[in-house]
């Protein structure tokens, strides 16, 4: 439990860093702290969303993804495009930081509250 609970909070640290990243990149935001609670939400919205909808065929993942953007665009300033382009900043700054990770044996290749990483 303990471990998975590190593992955890590790994730959602890597998460929010791409996010802050992102952020800073798309709205000039800076506030890791923000970013933290962003992708706490983040992950949160996203388990509960998929869990009743991911099921669906196609429209599923669209309406997780599509509330996980919402998230994001209810936190930071800007509008739906400006949430998109945190997102996919995010999303391949968290994937580099996971690959060079994960080249090095440090972890797996995988974080909280940054989907589909």
Do not use: H, Q
């Not at 993804?65 to 400006?82: K, S, T």
């Amino acid at each position: 439990m303990i471990e998975s609970l590190i593992v955890f909070a590790v994730s959602l640290l890597i998460g929010a860093a791409g996010i802050y990243v992102g952020a800073k990149v798309v709205v000039d935001t800076e506030d890791y702290t923000y970013a933290i609670i962003t992708a706490l939400l983040g992950a949160i919205v996203w388990g509960v969303v998929g869990f009743f909808f991911g099921w669906v065929p196609l429209l599923g993942p669209l309406l997780v993804f599509i509330a996980y953007l919402a998230v994001i665009n209810a936190r930071y300033p800007g509008g739906w495009i400006d949430a998109a382009a945190i997102t996919i900043v995010a999303w391949l700054s968290v994937l580099i930081v996971l690959y060079v990770l994960a080249l090095i044996g440090v972890t797996g290749y995988e974080a909280a509250g940054v989907p589909g990483v």
